[in-house]
């Protein structure tokens, strides 16, 4: 992963933070120096922000060991300073098993919290002064702080609105009810009105809320989308759209040819063969970076990328859309009995979502698939 350094590896999960959280803790380090405190008391913050993380750790893996519980993978967690994400394959369409994984994570918020109140009653570490609450970190309020963060993080998480877990939540208790795609798209909207409050509110009382109403209100509307494709992908297969006129180079065709088909057609995605079997795919971006760093006279076979992966025309629409938004895969190629018959990519997926919603059937679409052009 770019600019992430893995640190550890869970049940089969990697684990990597973003090369900026190193910024966070040497700004918040920086930060109390100027404020005249010494080494010993900046460091003091810098273990309460790992604490923290590890905190939000604990809470993603909370919602990964959940799904790995209905059989639906992680494909990593990811620490960044405003906190973390879990790349959990797909949230399960059962709604009773979405409610789980949704609150998975609040829960182990809650659970690090409970945890902590008792250490503190045990021990008679809870504050009993303001001054122990003046917004520095000391040894005396270290635990208590991070109890109160985790509560926040509960609560917080449990925002009715998409991105957020309660967002989640929310869907999956309409689900009860509701198809799918009627109860993330209630769920969207309920999402979006608290965004806007967020935001109304944050001219008023904190301007982060802003930032906060804006994330809420474009993260509802990208599931909202997310969730209509998907309800219009699930009455296709592969079959059905793939396209079947294409251009495959040769690896030892040189860079212009390709140059030549980019500009002189509608193609930006094309297949490479080398002794009659698709070694490649080669993108418009890559064909621009291979000009600029090999030349129009060098081989598209250095140029291609190799990381790809082949579709069955009976594979589910909706799964072959998964896998390929999930690897950042342009264009498949599709074979059946070891034969190719035809290529599928993102633009041609879209062009179907755009023509369902717009009213064209499922038999309508297969009759204009098998005229002539």
């Not at 009653?121 to 963060?149: K, R």
């Not at 929310?170 to 799918?180: F, N, Q, V």
């Not at 250095?302 to 594979?315: T, V």
């Amino acid at each position: 992963m770019n600019f992430s350094l893995k640190i550890a590896r869970i049940r089969g999960i990697d684990v990597f933070v973003h090369w900026t959280f190193l910024l966070l803790l040497g700004w918040i380090v920086i930060s109390n120096m100027r404020e005249g405190r010494d080494l010993s008391e900046s460091l003091m913050s810098v273990w309460f922000v790992l604490a923290l993380f590890g905190c939000v750790l604990l809470h993603e893996l909370g919602h990964s060991l959940t799904a790995m519980r209905y059989g639906i993978g992680t494909k990593n967690i990811i620490l960044l300073p405003i906190g973390g994400v879990a790349n959990i394959e797909k949230m399960p369409d059962k709604p009773g098993q979405e409610l789980a994984v949704a609150l998975a994570g609040p829960a182990v918020n809650l659970v690090i919290a409970g945890v902590l109140f008792l250490i503190l009653q045990l021990t008679g570490g809870i504050p009993q002064s303001a001054e122990d609450l003046d917004g520095q970190i000391t040894g005396n309020n270290f635990l208590f702080n991070l109890l109160v963060v985790n509560v926040v993080l509960a609560i917080f998480n449990m925002i009715p609105a998409f991105p957020m877990d309660g967002g989640r939540v929310l869907r999956a208790l309409l689900a009860m009810r509701y198809d799918r795609a009627k109860a993330t798209n209630i769920a969207a909207k309920i999402g979006q009105v608290l965004a806007i409050a967020f935001v109304f509110a944050g001219f008023f009382y904190n301007f982060w809320w802003i930032f906060i109403g804006l994330f809420i209100f474009l993260g509802a509307g990208a599931e909202a989308n997310f969730e209509t494709t998907r309800s219009v992908l699930g009455n296709y297969k592969v079959r059905d759209v793939l396209m079947r006129q294409f251009t495959v180079f040769h690896s030892f065709e040189t860079l212009d040819k390709a140059i030549a088909a980019l500009l002189d057609g509608q193609e930006k995605e094309f297949l490479v063969e080398q002794d009659n079997e698709i070694i490649g795919i080669l993108t418009r971006d890559e064909i621009i970076r291979g000009l600029r760093e090999q030349g129009q006279g060098a081989a598209i076979g250095r140029i291609a990328h190799k990381n790809f992966f082949p579709l069955r025309p009976d594979m589910p629409l909706e799964e072959a859309y998964a896998r390929m938004t999930q690897a950042n895969a342009a264009i498949c190629p599709v074979f059946e009995n070891g034969q190719l018959l035809g290529v599928l990519n993102m633009e041609n997926i879209t062009e179907v979502v755009m023509l369902a919603n717009a009213g064209l059937s499922k038999k309508n679409l297969s009759n204009f698939k098998q005229q002539p052009v």
